[in-house]
């Protein structure tokens, strides 16, 4: 019988290619596991609605964990099971932050409660790389004049889009002004010369998230696999059983896990999945437990 009976599966430069796909490959290899009985669980840095495409394309429901831990849901069923909402004093702070260098301040929220993904800086153009952003995501959004005055009851995220060489000297500047209140990640997207800076509260990590899963199944952490790519991988890839980088992960995700794989552009997880579900035993998920906190 198989240690692990869980496998947590980053989103974007782990389960998508390059291009940004899912390949033929690495569905078929996801399906094979599901049919093995490991349960598979997304985590992301996404929000749901920009994670959407991504379970159509997998043909996945399930609980899964979006915006890099602070939320849970049930995709099945379109229930939340967990979210950790960032203080208001603190977003408005931020928010006040960036707006004051001249960001279009992107205000996660949580869009099961507000019916839109992202309340957004008004009086302050979004730049190119925002708008591109946007309409990738196919983010519904709300403007507010001045988000350093809203009152931010469902806010989740705080970020701006801009190209790299403005948010490098803004990232580091907010790191120095806030410190431990924050954690921040920025992830650039070099084929569309973009930055994404995402900052949440410090208790929200993919972990976390998982975390929330595992125990609706009776998993335990030694029974967990997390594959993943960047820094906000970090906390999954250390805790999990096995954490799984990438071939094309960055350094830090690489020197956090137990093992390196091939990349994303070279069906790295799907060889990983197969090599999986080929070599061992897995108890099926049917028989184990389910258990909800």
Known sequence: MRQYKMIAIDLDGTLLNPSGN????????????????????????RNWTESKPVLDAVA??????????????DTKNEVVLHRTLMGADLARELSGFFEERGQCVLALQDTTTTGYDY?????????????????????TVHKSPRLAAHSHE??????????????????REMQSLFGQRIVSHSITIPMHEMTIVEVFDPAVNKWQGIQHVAARHGIEPHEIIAVGDDVNDLPMLREAGLGVAMGNAKPEAKAAAKRTIGTNRDEGLATFLDELVSHHTVQ??????????
Not at 66 to 71: D, K
Request: glycine fraction near 10%; hydrophobic fraction near 50%; proline fraction near 6%.
């Open 22 to 45: 899912v390949s033929e490959a690495s569905r078929l290899a996801v399906r094979k596991a599901l049919d093995a009985g490991i349960l598979v669980c997304f985590a992301t840095g």
């Open 154 to 171: 469902h806010t989740v995220r705080i970020g701006v889009v801009t190209p790299g060489v403005v948010a490098e000297p803004i990232v």
């Open 60 to 73: 996945h429901y399930d609980c899964a964990v979006f915006v890099g831990g602070a939320m849970v849901i």
């Open 119 to 139: 309340l957004v800086t008004g009086d302050i153009a979004m730049t190119g790389p925002t708008q591109m952003w946007m309409d990738i995501a196919g983010a």
């Open 284 to 293: 099926p998920l049917a028989e184990v437990e389910r258990r909800t906190p």
